[in-house]
């Protein structure tokens, strides 16, 4: 029996994963990940990021990793909630600059399978989010690449106001 529900989502090979919850009056217990149960991650986990965004409203992202450093990400919110986005910047896929966004939460139990050939963002939508990113290779800042998140051309439906974003990211020029 496995302890993950798939989701798919209307771009191919990007999948939502539900993390299946066992409880009683203590609490509960679920697996967080299984390379076993999610063969589709690659089997290897080479990087686990934590972050931590203080305001609501913030976004982060829309960053990836060229070939041959594409990477396949885990991402999973683990306190807070999210406005999770992936783009398909793969040039030959039907979906090629489609977005699409999830609320990943510590309550709802679900992450992100982000394959190689997306860039991912998110949107904060309370305070205080915590975010655990596992990685299929490690980082290589050769191979880094970046979206503006408010590209008009991409039109991502962020669900509020941009109270936050890095300077890095505001630089990314528009498609």
Not at 24 to 31: A, C, L, Q, T, V
Not at 54 to 69: L, N, Y
Not at 164 to 174: P, V
């Amino acid at each position: 029996m496995s302890r993950f529900n798939r989701l798919p989502t209307p771009l191919a090979g990007l999948t939502i994963i539900e993390r299946k919850q066992i409880g009683d009056e203590r609490g509960f217990f679920s697996r967080f990940f299984c390379g076993d149960e999610l063969p589709e991650f690659g089997g290897v986990i080479a990087q686990i990021n934590h972050t931590l965004t203080r305001s609501k409203g913030a976004i982060r992202g829309m960053h990836f990793q060229r070939p041959p450093h594409d990477e396949t990400k885990f991402v999973s919110c683990i306190s807070g909630a999210v406005f999770d986005v992936a783009v398909d910047i793969r040039p030959d896929s039907p979906t090629y600059l489609q977005w699409h966004g999830e609320i990943l939460s510590a309550e709802n139990a679900r992450s992100m399978m982000i394959p190689g050939g997306f860039a991912h963002g998110l949107q904060t939508l309370t305070e205080d989010c915590e975010m655990l990113y596992l990685h299929d290779k490690p980082y290589a800042p050769e191979a880094e690449g970046g979206l503006n998140p408010l590209d008009p051309r991409l039109a991502i439906a962020w669900p509020l106001e941009v109270s936050q974003m890095s300077e890095r990211d505001r630089a990314l020029s528009f498609l």
